[in-house]
């Protein structure tokens, strides 16, 4: 079993719509917790960094986290064109753990005009 | 955010040649810089963790005699594949932390892509 798991998709949806993205992980030790957005042939972008359990907003992006369920969550609303991208959830054990970062598939995300 | 530069961002080379990679920290000082790669289509495996002034630590399975790491600077760590085959070829990524400004994220570099032939 993978410690984070992440649907690849493809996710295809109309622009304007809201998005949900998600991955489950298995360790309850991970306890700082990041999305990534890559684009084809980039490098992964920083997008939403959040610690522990929590919701964090940022612009038209919302990154939920929930500890219990081992469970968490990236939206984005009025979802555009440009938001086509790969999206890769990261998850680290602690702030020294020589800052290691377990990565889930990521999702493929399309949004049609 | 913090920038991370990584270059070349592609590279074709011969089998059997050995090409080095740079990645640098433009605006922060990084002790500790990560090497990932990353087939298509898959997520980022990381290799190794890079320490300035100290050997690299590599992830079970990777050869650290084929994929030398040499991080002499706070700013700059290099990846060198030697001997390189076609089975090499992949997008080699590298990221580093500003532990100096006291954040926890990872900014990445924009990527390699190494083509053998």
């Known amino acids: 079993q993978k410690e984070v798991e992440q649907d690849p998709g493809p996710l295809s949806v109309p622009e304007g719509a809201i998005v949900s993205l998600n991955c489950t992980y298995s360790?309850?030790?991970?306890?700082?917790f990041m999305w990534y957005r890559q684009y084809s042939r980039k490098g992964p972008e920083l997008l939403m960094y959040?610690?522990?359990?929590g919701n964090k907003e940022d612009g038209r992006f919302t990154a939920q986290v929930d500890k219990s369920s081992k469970y968490i969550s990236l939206f984005i609303r009025d979802s555009q064109p440009s938001d086509s991208a790969t999206y890769l959830c990261?998850?680290?054990?602690?702030?020294?753990?020589?800052?290691?970062?377990?990565f889930g598939q990521g999702t493929e995300l399309s949004v049609k005009p | 955010g913090a920038v991370v530069s990584q270059h070349p961002s592609w590279v074709i080379c011969k089998s059997g040649t050995s090409v080095k990679i740079e990645c640098r920290s433009l605006?922060?000082?990084?002790?500790?810089m990560f090497w990932y790669r990353q087939f298509p289509k898959q997520s980022l495996m990381l290799m190794a963790t890079s320490n300035e002034g100290s050997k690299a630590t590599y992830e079970q399975g990777v050869e650290k005699d084929k994929f030398l790491i040499n991080h002499a600077s706070l700013t700059l760590s290099t990846l060198t594949v030697t001997s390189a085959h076609p089975e090499d070829s992949s997008f080699y990524i590298c990221?580093?932390?500003?532990?100096?400004?006291?954040?926890?994220?990872?900014?990445f570099g924009q990527g390699t892509r190494l083509t053998v032939v």
């Open positions: 990261a998850m680290r054990r602690s702030y020294n753990q020589g800052g290691k970062l377990i």
């Open positions: 959040t610690y522990s359990s």
């Open positions: 360790n309850s030790a991970f306890q700082y």
């Open positions: 605006d922060f000082q990084a002790t500790t």
């Open positions: 990221s580093a932390r500003d532990q100096g400004g006291g954040g926890t994220e990872a900014f």
